[in-house]
C-alpha cells in the first residue's frame, strides 16, 4: 500500500507574507508566534489550499536536496532541548544501548525496533532544508530508515489513516507527540532520523530518533520518539487535533511547504 503525496504551491511565501502582517515582529519561539494574530491567520486559512494543492497537483514530488557544501554551519536547535526522565537519562548515558521503538497500533506485527535493529533496515541519506514557523530555516543532512518500509514491515492496515509519534518529552509540562497521514508517511523522503551530519543525533536536536517529515514545517517534526501508532482516528488522543501545538495553540494540523 503506498498512498500518493504531492508538492505543489509554497507555503514559504505565505509565511513571509504572514511576518510582514504581523509587524516584522522579532520573537524568540512558537509561543510567542502565536500571540500575532496575523501569524495564526495566516496558518490557519492556508491548511486546507495546501492540502489540497499538494495532493492534487503535486504528485510525489519531493522537497528540494542540497549538497553538503550548503550545510548550515549552526543548525538551530529549537522547542525541547533536553528530556528529564530517569529512564531516558540513563539510555542516554548507555548509549541507548537498551532502548527500543514501539510500532503499534492498526498494524498485523507490531515491532519492538533496538536503535541497532534501525539502523540495519536500509537507510536514506537526504540534506534538506528545515524551516520553522518562527521564521528561520537551516540546512542538514538525515539518515535513517524510511518510515513506509518500518509501515510495511509491520504491515499497516488498509483502516489505519494516520500515523501518531509519542515522545519522550514534556514540553511546558504536556507530553509531546505529531502526527502525520498515509500519503505523508509514504513519502520516500519521510524517515526516522538516528544521523545528523554524519553523527549520531544529540540530545538538543532529538537523540536517538526523530522524524524527518520533508514537506511540512518544522513543529511536525517530532523529536525523542519513543512510540509510533497506526491510528484511523486522531479524536481521542490528548486534545484531538493530532499535535502538541495542533491542541495548545490552535496550529495548523496540515503544514505544508
Known sequence: MRPRGGLALSRRGLLR?????????????????????????????????HRWSQRALGGEALAREYTRADLSPRFRANGSQGVADPAYRRQLGEGFAGWTLR????????LDLSLAALKDLPQRSQ??????VEGWSAIGQWQGPQLGGLLRLAGVSETAR????????????????????LA?????Q???????????????????????VER????????FVT????????????????????DVGDYAWYAGI
Open 227 to 246: 512510540r509510533i501508532v497506526a491510528v484511523d482516528s486522531l479524536q481521542d488522543i490528548y486534545g484531538g487535533k493530532g499535535g502538541y501545538w495542533e
Open 17 to 49: 507574507g504572514g511576518a510582514v502582517a504581523a509587524g516584522g515582529l522579532a520573537l524568540s519561539g512558537c509561543d510567542d508566534l502565536w500571540r500575532a494574530d496575523a501569524a495564526k491567520d495566516v496558518l490557519t486559512r492556508a491548511e486546507d489550499l
Open 103 to 110: 510500532v503499534e497500533g492498526l498494524v498485523a506485527r507490531p
Open 162 to 181: 494516520y500515523i501518531v509519534f509519542h515522545c519522550a518529552d514534556l514540553y511546558h509540562g504536556r507530553p509531546y507527540y505529531e502526527s502525520i497521514d
Open 184 to 188: 505523508d508517511a509514504f513519502h520516500p
Open 190 to 212: 519521510t524517515i526516522l532520523a538516528w544521523q545528523m551530519n554524519g553523527a549520531p543525533l544529540e540530545e538538543v536536536h532529538g537523540a536517538p530518533l526523530r522524524l524527518r
Open 127 to 132: 540534506i534538506t532544508r528545515h524551516d520553522c
Open 216 to 223: 511540512q514545517l518544522g513543529y511536525k517534526h517530532a523529536k
